[in-house]
């Protein structure tokens, strides 16, 4: 009874610290004025994410992912789940209900989703904290945790994608897992929240997978303490899967597999995993010894791969492999969360250190302690999380959010270790290193350093303007003109595509998503050809706008790819006779052009 009343005390005592620190971020943004409801800051996904919900509520099925205002006539189908959609559309709906308004409703949506969102991931990461690095450990893991996602900016009021939602399940994934020796139905929930984290994006295969490879390790290696954490794991992990399939899945694509977003494929091996991770853990002539509980994993292993190789080859094959090379050129290559960690070191060096310090130094700490010896289930658990998702950080700089998140464990647990020693001590070196170890794990004075680098580094560059000028048209404001016409369709780049349907009634052909080739492309014909290709695309398609920010880096990147073109010969001023501009958005971020009716 003492250890179950000390758990629950835990328990409510890590989700009270959690509370308090997300709504200390709150109060932040709250003083601050919530700005990012306004100024998206340039990410479409959270925009295109409000304009989905919207859609959602408005009637759209639940199974018709058809973005029908972006791409060619009819749109394009885009791999998102409704899994986020849902909770949002949720909280947006009730707030519309108790307040009669549906945009203060959504407002309320915009900020309330990304706070539960916060909250949650502070509490789950508080709770792997004190499973691996005791009580002491929860207090920093909350305070550098909170400054660490706070400054990620994926938990900002507007933060609408699904990456926050994919942290906040995969650290609950972890610290369920922890906690699996001491609490039964832990490691069900965990294979649940793995599950789950799959299901929202293909983002977090590597961690999942990193998850199921531990347990089934674990297993191997001590069976009395792992197998009924091994069972329970992998019936959770299939049976959520399983679920997940009938509820977002329509059944008339039950047979068709998509590999950047959950279907049958990603079902398939999922129930496969988890259910041969469970028969195997359950049956004793495959986990007698550990040579047959080896052999049974590795058995289904290759099961797994032959069903990958032979049903759905084409999974294997690199995320964008097929992609058009104009576009792999002309867009994601300039992606900022798609560049590299060796292209960072050439082209950003300074923010290196922003992203992949902390989590460099908690692999430095883990590599310490194993040498050290004492390895514990603890151990390779948050030690196989950290170094995968530093690997994809060095790929691609997104996969840094995860690795700065995970960093916070093991960094945790290391300034509790000095904290007890400085009160077991009154020497000022102890002290003093305390104070270091403070100031190395908290991931925003890296930020800082980055910061104070880059400006060092580029004193003989631009300032970016942080004005009210918007520039690169990234505020609300900024649409407003083009929110006032009637509705048409609008030729615009692609950075501008989610902002003209979030802020306007009207539709657009580009949008920075790869499954949208057809109307990237035809954007990028439209821009980079002749005034002539231009006026042949606008007539075919019924475009009855043409909008341009000069100022935004898309617009750079095309207009040196073709100076002669038609969107180079707009900013030079030089205007066919079929376009019209519009006279009270000369000068504006962004500069329209009415297109002339015929006749």
Not at 289 to 300: D, E, M, T
Request: proline residues 5%; neutral net charge.
């Amino acid at each position: 009874m003492g250890t179950a009343e000390t758990g629950a005390a835990a328990w409510k005592s890590d989700l009270a610290l959690a509370l308090l620190a997300a709504l200390l971020a709150f109060a932040i943004n709250a003083w601050a004025g919530l700005g990012q409801l306004t100024d998206a800051g340039g990410d479409n996904d959270n925009l295109l994410r409000l304009v989905e919900v919207r859609d959602l509520l408005a009637g759209q099925g639940w199974f018709d992912l058809h973005q029908y205002r972006m791409g060619l006539e009819g749109g394009f189908v885009m791999h998102w789940s409704r899994l986020v959609d849902a909770p949002i559309a949720a909280i947006a709906l009730a707030a519309s209900a108790l307040t009669g308004s549906r945009p203060l409703g959504e407002d309320v949506a915009q900020v309330m989703w990304p706070a539960l969102l916060f909250w949650s991931t502070l509490f789950f990461t508080a709770r792997a904290a004190r499973s691996f690095g005791g009580g002491g450990a929860v207090l920093p893991a909350i305070l550098i945790g909170a400054a660490g996602y706070y400054f990620i900016g994926i938990y900002d009021p507007g933060a609408l994608d699904h990456h926050n939602a994919q942290l906040m399940l995969t650290m609950a994934s972890l610290a369920l897992l922890l906690e699996a020796p001491s609490r039964r139905w832990a490691a069900l929930l965990s294979g649940l929240c793995a599950a789950l984290t799959l299901a929202v994006g293909m983002e977090t295969v590597p961690y999942v997978a990193i998850i199921g490879v531990c347990v089934a390790l674990l297993f191997v290696a001590d069976p009395g303490g792992e197998r009924a954490i091994a069972r329970n794991f992998g019936l959770g992990f299939a049976g959520v899967a399983a679920l997940v399939f009938a509820v977002t899945v329509p059944p008339s694509a039950w047979g068709v597999a998509q590999c950047d977003a959950f279907s049958v494929a990603q079902f398939v091996i999922a129930a496969i995993a988890g259910v041969g991770l469970a028969a195997i853990a359950s049956v004793e002539p495959a986990a007698g010894s550990w040579p047959r509980r080896l052999g049974s994993l590795a058995l289904l292993g290759v099961v797994l791969g032959v069903v990958v190789a032979v049903l759905f080859p084409q999974c294997l094959s690199a995320p964008y492999a097929s992609l058009d090379p104009r576009l792999k050129e002309l867009w994601l290559d300039h992606i900022d969360e798609a560049q590299s960690l060796l292209a960072l070191l050439v082209r950003d060096p300074a923010r290196v250190a922003a992203r992949y310090a902390t989590p460099l130094v908690a692999i430095v700490l883990m590599a310490r302690h194993l040498r050290r010896g004492g390895w514990r289930r603890q151990d390779s658990l948050v030690a196989a999380l950290l170094v995968v998702a530093f690997a994809v950080g060095a790929w691609q700089v997104r996969g840094t959010t995860f690795s700065i998140a995970f960093a916070v464990v093991p960094l945790s647990t290391w300034i509790a270790k000095w904290r007890a020693r400085a009160e077991a001590s009154s020497s000022l070196g102890v002290a003093l290193r305390l104070a270091a170890v403070w100031l190395v794990s908290i991931n925003p004075v890296w930020t800082g350093v980055a910061a104070a680098a880059s400006v060092a580094f580029e004193k003989g560059k631009a300032v970016a303007d942080g004005g009210a000028s918007d520039r690169t048209c990234q505020k609300k404001a900024s649409f407003a003109p083009l929110g006032g016409m009637a509705d048409t369709t609008v030729l615009t780049i692609s950075n501008l595509g989610a902002p003209v349907l979030a802020y306007s009634g009207h539709r657009v052909f580009a949008g920075p998503y790869h499954r949208n080739v057809a109307g990237n492309l035809l954007a990028l014909d439209a821009f980079l050809g002749s005034a002539d290709d231009a006026r042949a695309i606008v007539e075919a398609h019924r475009v009855g706008l043409v909008a341009i920010c000069p100022g935004n880096i898309e617009t750079l990147i095309l207009t040196r790819k073709a100076p002669q073109g038609f969107l180079a010969g707009l900013l030079r001023g030089s205007v066919p006779d079929w376009l019209e501009p519009v006279s009270e958005t000369k000068g504006s971020p962004i500069e329209l052009y009415r297109v002339k009716q015929a006749g």
